[in-house]
């Protein structure tokens, strides 16, 4: 048995960055993936970094135009692309641990205790011994019980469905969330025909009514089919393509796709851990139950990142990584109750990005709120990109002038979200922002006009 006095499990963005701090700072560290295709964590690998390289060649292709078969090329093209890109991202990743000393163990995790982990590698069985011991095993896809799904060739999550060398002339996607949305944009502009299946009524319940309905309308006028109220009932495989049944209110319908992304969100990855050897807790949705330290009920043990059941984002893994080492190397005055406002994007084309309330959420705290309106046609910039489709709204408390939510349905807005962040952290009221000077033309220099649009 070895001894370390810091055991990190899973070579996610919070486990790396703390792993690394606390080798420099002189402790001795080990660092568990079973995974080594998943050097770096899910971001680098099958999330952040590879989805956001298809939806930059996706948006180039659209310009480009072509036959099918063209874009087929060019969508096969971005898949081996992005397959480099991984690669070369895990082995930095790798030596930039190994360079700060951590001791990166290939192998599958299981909590013996509090403060013993058991090690399956490839050769053979390892145990661990810890003073401290942190989880960062991160989440993984949700796959409902819809009758053939688990059978069908055809049928992928998102991990799966990046790396599909063969572009589908027809996609079906299954859930209306974010994820689904972003893989929708994407296909959209490489050229196959996408239908979404959604068993609610609203689109996107949780966003501004007036910017959701801006981002329907968007995505309906490149070709996006919605199938509102709808429950995937099978999935079966036949000739060559997969046949999706659903039940709408008005009856069966039955739909064919080379392809069936299933979007049903994300599961904290907890698999082969076996937590309750060592104590921890979980919360009621299976994910790993901490205090506002990210310190579980074994009180030498903490998580981070999406395996701690908080917003599934990789700053919000990263910002994890800095309040755990204030607990364990400072005064433990970063906590999860004195985090910042944290934004956050959806990566269609136009992107939407979003801080703080909506309308109607700030209306039940505050009452009467001011609201700024600007459509993203308005822009200059937008003009001079060839993207004009897309709406900006801000909520205002009309007492002090502060900003109580953005919006931005536009171009550019992954960008401008975070400038609007700051002045709300910051406390600066709106006409700061109004009356600024921006370089022109550029996105940013909308928060003039927007601001200038400020009505009670």
Same mark, same amino acid.
């Not at 996408?194 to 319940?205: K, Y």
């Not at 309106?373 to 004009?388: F, Q, S």
């Not at 600066?428 to 928060?447: G, W």
């Given at each position: 048995?070895?001894? %370390?006095?810091?055991?990190?499990?899973?070579?996610?963005?919070?486990?790396?960055?703390?792993?690394?701090?606390?080798?420099?700072?002189?402790?001795?560290?080990?660092?568990?993936?079973?995974?080594?295709?998943?050097?770096?964590?899910?971001?680098?690998?099958?999330?952040?970094?590879?989805?956001?390289?298809?939806?930059?060649?996706? +948006?180039?292709?659209?310009?480009?135009?072509?036959?099918?078969?063209?874009?087929?090329?060019?969508?096969?093209?971005?898949?081996?692309?992005? +397959?480099?890109?991984?690669?070369?991202? +895990?082995?930095?990743?790798?030596?930039?641990?190994?360079?700060?000393?951590?001791?990166?163990?290939?192998?599958?995790? =299981?909590?013996?205790?509090?403060?013993?982990?058991?090690?399956?590698?490839?050769?053979?069985?390892?145990?661990?011994?810890?003073?401290?011991?942190?989880?960062?095993?991160?989440?993984?896809?949700?796959?409902?019980?819809?009758?053939?799904?688990?059978?069908?060739?055809?049928?992928?999550?998102?991990?799966?469905? &990046?790396?599909?060398?063969?572009?589908?002339?027809?996609?079906?996607?299954?859930?209306?969330?974010?994820?689904?949305?972003?893989?929708?944009? %994407?296909?959209?502009?490489?050229?196959?025909?996408?239908?979404?299946?959604?068993?609610?009524?609203?689109?996107?319940?949780?966003?501004?009514?007036?910017?959701?309905?801006?981002?329907?309308?968007?995505?309906?006028?490149?070709? @996006?089919?919605?199938? &509102?109220?709808?429950?995937?009932?099978?999935?079966?495989?036949?000739?060559?393509?997969?046949?999706?049944?659903?039940?709408?209110?008005?009856?069966?319908?039955?739909?064919?796709?080379?392809?069936?992304?299933?979007?049903?969100?994300? =599961?904290?990855?907890?698999?082969?851990?076996?937590?309750?050897?060592?104590?921890?807790?979980?919360?009621?949705?299976? #994910?790993?139950?901490?205090?506002?330290?990210?310190?579980?009920?074994?009180?030498?043990?903490?998580? &981070?990142?999406?395996?701690?059941?908080?917003?599934?984002?990789?700053?919000?893994?990263?910002?994890?990584?800095?309040?755990?080492?204030?607990?364990?190397?400072?005064?433990?005055? =970063?906590?999860?109750?004195?985090?910042?406002?944290?934004?956050?994007?959806?990566?269609?084309?136009?992107?939407?990005?979003?801080?703080?309330?909506?309308?109607?959420? #700030?209306?039940?705290?505050?009452?009467?709120?001011?609201?700024?309106?600007?459509?993203?046609?308005?822009?200059?910039?937008?003009?001079? @990109?060839? =993207?004009?489709?897309?709406?900006?709204?801000?909520?205002?408390?009309?007492?002090?002038?502060?900003?109580?939510?953005?919006?931005?349905?536009?171009?550019?807005?992954?960008?401008?979200?975070?400038?609007?962040?700051?002045? &709300?952290?910051?406390?600066?009221?709106?006409?700061?922002?109004?009356?600024?000077?921006?370089?022109?033309?550029?996105?940013?220099?909308?928060?003039?006009?927007?601001?200038?649009?400020?009505?009670?």
């Amino acid at each position: 048995m070895k001894h %370390y006095e810091h055991v990190v499990i899973g070579f996610g963005k919070g486990g790396k960055t703390l792993a690394g701090a606390l080798a420099k700072a002189g402790h001795s560290v080990a660092l568990i993936e079973r995974d080594p295709a998943m050097y770096g964590g899910t971001c680098i690998n099958v999330a952040c970094i590879p989805s956001k390289f298809l939806e930059d060649h996706a +948006r180039a292709s659209a310009m480009m135009g072509g036959s099918f078969e063209e874009k087929a090329a060019r969508y096969r093209q971005t898949i081996l692309q992005k +397959r480099d890109l991984t690669a070369a991202l +895990r082995a930095k990743n790798y030596a930039k641990a190994a360079e700060a000393g951590v001791e990166v163990i290939d192998g599958e995790a =299981r909590f013996l205790d509090d403060r013993h982990v058991a090690v399956a590698t490839a050769g053979g069985e390892l145990q661990l011994e810890a003073e401290k011991i942190y989880v960062n095993t991160g989440a993984l896809p949700v796959m409902p019980a819809i009758a053939g799904a688990q059978e069908s060739r055809y049928t992928f999550t998102s991990e799966g469905m &990046m790396e599909l060398e063969s572009l589908p002339r027809r996609l079906v996607i299954v859930g209306g969330g974010y994820i689904g949305l972003e893989f929708a944009s %994407y296909y959209l502009n490489f050229g196959s025909e996408v239908t979404m299946i959604q068993n609610g009524g609203e689109f996107l319940p949780r966003e501004d009514a007036e910017v959701a309905a801006a981002v329907r309308k968007s995505l309906e006028a490149r070709g @996006l089919k919605m199938m &509102m109220n709808a429950e995937t009932r099978q999935i079966t495989d036949e000739n060559g393509f997969a046949r999706v049944t659903v039940e709408l209110p008005e009856g069966i319908r039955a739909l064919e796709a080379e392809a069936v992304l299933v979007a049903a969100g994300r =599961r904290p990855n907890l698999e082969g851990l076996h937590p309750e050897a060592a104590g921890i807790a979980l919360t009621s949705r299976g #994910a790993i139950e901490t205090n506002e330290h990210l310190q579980t009920s074994a009180a030498n043990i903490y998580a &981070m990142g999406d395996v701690a059941g908080g917003l599934q984002f990789t700053y919000i893994s990263l910002d994890d990584s800095r309040i755990v080492r204030s607990a364990v190397m400072g005064d433990g005055s =970063r906590t999860t109750r004195n985090r910042p406002l944290v934004p956050y994007s959806v990566f269609i084309d136009p992107p939407f990005s979003r801080v703080g309330l909506t309308e109607e959420e #700030a209306k039940k705290q505050y009452g009467k709120v001011a609201v700024a309106r600007l459509e993203a046609a308005a822009i200059p910039k937008a003009k001079v @990109l060839g =993207r004009t489709d897309g709406l900006l709204k801000a909520v205002i408390d009309p007492a002090t002038g502060k900003l109580l939510g953005a919006h931005f349905f536009c171009a550019e807005s992954h960008e401008l979200i975070n400038l609007v962040r700051l002045a &709300m952290d910051a406390g600066i009221p709106y006409p700061v922002l109004r009356d600024s000077i921006y370089t022109h033309p550029t996105m940013t220099e909308a928060l003039n006009d927007l601001f200038a649009a400020v009505k009670e």
